[in-house]
């Protein structure tokens, strides 16, 4: 029988450091026997790094994994499933050797022979606020700056405001490729924004509703306004709420509203839906409106600065790799088209740390050529 090589190398990688189920034990122990590659693989990883991957599950100290992991779940949305601290410290250790393994598997790869890294993509991009009068202002962190009546602060990533003028002026937050920012709006809705992503909104609502304009992607906590509603637009659709948590990414044409708490109101110029918490509207130009569940730890994780993704091809993994890290993936063999992909993207660690492990994983060769990253 045929096994899917990246799934593969994935549960190899478990089974290494001890951290796999005995379901999946068993299905490797399976494929080992029945697969002369798979079982080469495995002889190979063994005696490569059997011993320095032990060495490394067996001085994890627990409590630093979970020191690692507990200061973002204070950050964690309402309605995100709670995972045990047992939960959390195995997914530490388990993440962290798979790095600790596609280094060593690399550790002749020079990352000099690349013509461009990540560092070198990132170090001008910026946060950038246009004003109504059409006045563009970058964005520092930890900087307080005064616009006629309105107070910035930028602390932290976090951009709060205050403005004395009541007039309806439009602005636009621009968040640029590899960064998230988090704003507080003047009536104290929270949104947090992904990178390559667009808000339009006024310092001060003055209107029957609170309305914005999102491209991209972001997180909304709405505040309680029972005499105003809250109104997002994003691409041809309108989510209406009074007061809860959702997700919204409207990259592209579709638009994916995703429903943490409370319950909103979705509607396109054809179709309309009530969400229930745990339910997401998925809209399309051709197919309207459509409904299902969600899982709110993988719509969500992109606040942690963590893209998963599961059995999926390569075009959905280079849309991430643009937004966060302004590289373009060029795919120069037609057969990788059919390949599909199970791992995770992390926004702060260098993009060469993903290409390691996707090489790994999946025998690709990749190289940069400015801007590119062409696959082989």
């Known amino acids: ?137 970058p964005l520092s962190d930890n900087g307080v700056m005064e616009i006629g009546d309105t107070k910035l602060n930028m602390v932290d990533g976090k951009l709060v405001y205050q403005s004395d003028n009541p007039a309806l002026n439009w602005n636009t937050l621009s968040v640029p490729h590899k960064l998230n920012l988090r704003l507080v709006l003047s009536d104290g809705t929270e949104v947090w924004m992904n990178s390559a992503s667009h808000l339009r909104f006024p310092f001060n609502f003055n209107g029957k509703a609170r309305e914005v304009y999102l491209e991209g992607e972001a997180y909304f906590k709405v505040a309680k306004d029972a005499d105003r509603p809250f109104i997002v637009h994003a691409n041809g659709t309108e989510i209406e709420v009074l007061g809860t948590s959702f997700n919204v990414s409207s990259y592209g044409d579709s638009v994916v509203t995703s429903l943490v708490e409370g319950s909103v109101m979705n509607r396109s110029t054809s179709d309309s839906l009530i969400l229930r918490p745990g339910f997401q509207s998925v809209f399309s130009p051709h197919a309207g409106l459509k409904e299902e569940r969600f899982e709110s730890n993988r719509v969500l994780s992109w606040m942690q600065g963590v893209h998963y993704f599961e059995n999926i091809p390569l075009d959905g993994i280079s849309d991430v790799v643009w937004r966060w890290f302004e590289v373009k993936l060029i795919v120069e063999d037609p057969r990788l088209h059919k390949l599909t992909f199970t791992g995770a993207i992390e926004k702060n660690k260098s993009l060469d740390v993903f290409i390691r492990h996707l090489e790994l994983t999946s025998g690709i060769k990749a190289d940069f050529k400015g801007r590119e990253l062409h696959l082989k």
């Open 1 to 137: 029988m045929g096994y899917n090589k990246e799934q593969l190398n994935s549960l190899l990688f478990q089974k290494l450091s001890g951290n796999i189920s005995v379901e999946d034990d068993a299905f490797v122990e399976k494929a080992i026997v029945e697969d002369e590659e798979i079982r080469a693989l495995w002889i190979s990883m063994k005696v490569k790094y059997a011993d320095k991957g032990k060495s490394f599950v067996d001085s994890l100290d627990e409590e630093v994994a979970w020191a690692r992991v507990r200061s973002n779940l204070d950050l964690q949305p309402k309605g995100l499933r709670k995972r045990t601290r047992q939960e959390w410290i195995s997914i530490a250790a388990v993440l962290i050797f798979a790095v600790t393994v596609s280094y060593y598997f690399f550790s002749s790869y020079s990352t000099e022979q690349r013509e461009t890294t990540y560092g070198e993509l990132a170090e001008n991009s910026a946060i950038k606020l246009k004003l109504a009068d059409g006045t563009s202002i």
